[in-house]
Nanobody
Framework: QVQLVESGGGSVQAGGSLRLSCAASGTIFSINTMAWYRQAPGKKRELVARISTGGSTNYADSVKGRFTISRESKNTVYVQMNILQPEDTAMYLC?????????WGQGTQVTVSS
């Protein structure tokens, strides 16, 4: 059993910034990757950013140059989101891939107003 606790979501004006955090706890001995996905109403879930154990990162084209994913502890992942746009409005979900399976957080809402 793995629990993911997300925080940092909220409402922000266009051009503003937010930092989301995700802390994994439970029976975790190894994490392959940690990632942030987002899903807006009526749209499919989209990979936002991913970071591997070795530090390799991947970003959606739409957020490159604005979002930065990082791991500040072995079981914690952050995404710094700058120059937020209304199109970034979505539920952001933390995802952790382990040798025993993939796990999802409950999500944290990000709303960007015009």
């Amino acid at each position: 059993q793995v629990q993911l606790v997300e925080s940092g979501g909220g409402s922000v004006q266009a051009g503003g910034s937010l930092r989301l955090s995700c802390a994994a706890s439970g029976t975790i001995f190894s994490i392959n990757t940690m990632a942030w996905y987002r899903q807006a109403p009526g749209k499919k879930r989209e990979l936002v950013a991913r970071i591997s154990t070795g530090g390799s990162t991947n970003y959606a084209d739409s957020v490159k140059g604005r979002f930065t994913i990082s791991r500040e502890s072995k079981n914690t992942v952050y995404v710094q989101m700058n120059i937020l746009q209304p199109e970034d409005t979505a539920m952001y979900l933390c995802n952790v891939e382990t040798p025993w399976g993939n796990y999802w957080g409950q999500g944290t809402q990000v709303t960007v107003s015009s």
